[in-house]
């Protein structure tokens, strides 16, 4: 017979009841939807104890007789976390595939993007996990807050307080905010959150927002979110070093403007008359001790070691580097400044953050090999493999009409004697005015006019020496018809500021852009600027790239040169005022939406009574061709690739293709 000791029984059902009834209680404080399931289970009821039983008193049970140990108190998991989470999903079921999402995602793309993701999911939430914001979403709404760093305004990209969202339906509305906001960040940091069509109409890039969809499943793929959202911005070095500027000047460690000139020399030159090689001057001596010409410092001979010296020195000062000494030179000797250090025309950090902006519209891939232009620097730059090639300066467009516009654009070819087909724009506000006035005036400055059947005037320079765009052309076609050219007039590029021409480029050293461009374009062929200068003559060559190269024509008026140094340069075109104050107006909420603009007229071919300019008529090509392609084509003209030197006739007319 089994014997059950009876203190023993009483402790084991007193334990049993203890946690029972514990258990019942904890369960009636839960909610429904979160009480936790307890499960005691408790020994098979024993046999009403006898006579004998008692009588065993306290003494040693018998042998047979040892009792069980206590019965293990197993607590089945709760499934709240899971059910909560379930509750949530169901939630944004009913949201995403409802019109109520109107209300959270404004934009169309993004509405279609997030239906497409959640219901790829199951409507598992992104953000939320076991109840609750989970780790993604504390470090999106960390880096949200602190957008101001890539200069963008937290303010923009609200974020929920998971904390307060105590129910199924707040958290599925607190997931699709920070959702809403992920996503136009997303799109901000990579395209800008101004478009460009508020600013100007010479400006035209093709932007390419995220994909809301991608933006949410890179997002979901990732441990770090803020890493995530991060690399949406864009990736050049140049707006890096921007972000780097900001967060200095925000902490009040300042910037640098441009820098100062040096201490004036000790050796002083004296002002006077230009001076040439040949020429003797008094002044000679000083000028061989400023720069320590080998030889007779007291030699008075303009000689061409101090002809050599002195462009030197001008190629170092950024002067032209004829080698004679003029007013500029002199004044550079002896340590004036050119100009008074340029700050930014507006407060610092405004002029930084437009500046990133700006790059936002720019592809993110620049090309392993690129040419930069900074029109507020009046200086162009090539680049190859992340490194400054070669740079050089530039003449840009006028403020105006006649603004060089912000594009990217690929440069596919070099015209070497090129023909200046004047543009629409130009034959309508200037030479046709000049023409009405004097019939002659085109001709005596060796432009040629003719007219089509259909009335289509076409003016033209010849190649030559005295062609505006002097001897060599730099091709990349785009809407603006703006390109980068040679110039007979070197004296602009002793100006600080050279803002001159009707928007192309001019180039202060062409021969040598043209010798860089094709070492990188074509190295096989060994150009160089003594080859390209054999091929001047009258008629047009063009040297065809067999990968185009890409041109991108910026506006920097805050960036950080290649010494590492921080420059300012003035906003010539009022670009940044511009942009500031839509940033600082009631603009700013609808700044990233496109408007419309009135397509450029200076493209559209100029046309006047049959009959009116005389008689040499043409075809009337499509003038973008005409433009980028060298002047009119012969149909029957051969092409020519050429072995060895080239030597033909100057009268010859040449394409070369590669």
């Not at 046999?47 to 003494?59: F, R």
């Not at 009405?436 to 030559?464: C, F, H, M, N, W």
């Not at 890409?550 to 921080?566: M, N, P, R, S």
């Amino acid at each position: 017979m089994k014997v059950v000791r009876f203190d023993r029984l009483l402790a084991s059902t007193a334990l049993g009841l203890v946690l029972l009834t514990s258990g019942q209680a904890a369960q009636a404080q839960q909610p429904a939807d979160q009480q936790t399931q307890i499960i005691v289970p408790l020994p098979d009821a024993p046999p009403t104890p006898t006579l004998k039983d008692l009588s065993a008193g306290s003494g040693a049970p018998a042998a047979d007789a040892a009792a069980p140990a206590p019965a293990a108190v197993v607590v089945a998991p709760a499934p709240t976390t899971v059910a909560a989470d379930s509750a949530v999903s169901d939630k944004l079921r009913d949201i995403v595939t409802g019109k109520s999402l109107d209300r959270v995602l404004g934009r169309k793309a993004d509405r279609a993007g997030v239906e497409a993701f959640y219901n790829a999911r199951g409507f598992k939430p992104l953000w939320v996990t076991n109840g609750a914001a989970g780790e993604r979403a504390k470090s999106a709404i960390a880096y949200l807050a602190k957008a101001d760093a890539v200069g963008l305004e937290p303010t923009d990209y609200p974020t929920p307080d998971f904390s307060a969202a105590t129910n199924p339906d707040a958290l599925a509305e607190a997931e699709l905010k920070l959702t809403a906001s992920v996503l136009t960040f997303a799109r901000h940091a990579q395209i800008g959150r101004i478009h460009y069509t508020r600013i100007a109409g010479d400006i035209e890039f093709d932007l390419k927002a995220p994909e809301p969809a991608d933006v949410l499943s890179k997002l979901s793929a990732s441990d770090d979110a803020a890493a995530a959202l991060d690399s949406y911005n864009p990736p050049m070095a140049e707006f890096k070093a921007l972000r780097t500027k900001l967060a200095e000047l925000r902490s009040g460690k300042g910037v640098a403007v441009k820098e100062e000139a040096k201490a004036a020399p000790k050796v002083q030159v004296p002002e006077g008359k230009m001076l040439r090689p040949g020429m003797k001057d008094a002044r000679v001596v000083a000028l061989r001790k400023r720069l320590d010409v080998k030889g007779d410092k007291e030699n008075t001979l303009y000689d061409n070691d101090v002809r050599d010296a002195v462009r030197a020195f001008q190629t170092t000062a950024e002067l032209t580097n004829d080698g004679n000494l003029g007013p500029s030179t002199v004044k550079a000797l002896n340590g004036e400044k050119k100009e008074a250090a340029k700050g930014p025309s507006a407060d610092p950090i405004d002029t930084i953050i437009v500046n990133m902006e700006r790059w936002r519209w720019f592809p993110r891939d620049l090309g392993n090999q690129h040419v930069i232009v900074n029109v507020p620097d009046f200086r162009l730059t090539l680049w190859n493999n992340n490194k400054v090639y070669w740079t050089t300066k530039i003449v840009a467009g006028k403020p105006g009409s006649h603004a060089t516009p912000m594009i990217s654009a690929e440069m596919k070819f070099i015209t070497v004697n090129p023909t200046w087909n004047v543009p629409p724009s130009i034959i309508q506000n200037e030479y046709l005015p000049a023409l009405q006035q004097d019939p002659q005036a085109l001709e005596r400055i060796g432009l040629k006019v003719e007219q089509a059947s259909d009335g289509t005037v076409r003016i033209y320079q010849p190649p030559g020496a005295g062609n505006a765009l002097g001897r060599i052309r730099f091709n990349f076609p785009n809407k603006f018809l703006v390109y980068q050219h040679d110039t007979p007039d070197k004296h602009l590029f002793a100006k600080e500021e050279r803002a001159f021409s009707h928007g192309c480029m001019r180039v202060q050293n062409p021969l040598t852009y043209g010798e860089k461009l094709l070492s990188l374009a074509l190295p096989n062929e060994h150009y160089t600027e003594a080859k390209l200068e054999k091929m001047f003559g009258g008629s047009e060559v063009n040297i065809n790239f067999p990968k185009n190269i890409w041109v991108h024509l910026t506006y920097q008026t805050a960036f950080v040169d290649e010494e590492g140094k921080f420059q300012f340069r003035k906003d010539v075109y009022g670009r940044d005022a511009r942009m500031i104050a839509v940033l600082k107006g009631n603009e700013r909420k609808v700044a990233d939406l496109a408007v419309e603009r009135a397509s450029s007229s200076s493209s559209k071919p100029v046309k006047m009574p049959v009959g009116m300019y005389g008689g040499n008529r043409y075809n009337g090509p499509n003038f973008f061709d005409m433009l980028f392609g060298g002047g009119r084509q012969v149909q029957e003209e051969p092409t020519y690739r050429p072995r060895g030197s080239i030597g033909r006739r100057a009268d010859d007319r040449r394409n070369i293709t590669r």
